[in-house]
């Protein structure tokens, strides 16, 4: 898992290579879901990190 320094997960979202927006977990590869706006990865990355005690979103440009 993608974890800062305190031990919680980080979610990134960013533009992947297939056009689409990525979110996943800091540290891996393999995106955790794809979609076609900006808006609707940060709301699935939102609700990812609401699920785990801690955890944070991280937008990369």
């Not at 980080?10 to 996943?24: A, E, M, T």
């Amino acid at each position: 898992m993608g974890f800062d320094q305190k031990g919680s997960t980080v979610f990134c979202v960013k533009h992947g290579k297939s056009g689409q927006w990525d979110v996943s977990e800091e540290g891996f590869d393999k995106p955790l879901a794809s979609f076609d706006s900006p808006e609707d990865a940060k709301k699935y990355a939102n609700d990812l990190a609401r699920t785990q005690e801690g955890s944070s979103v991280k937008i990369i440009d």
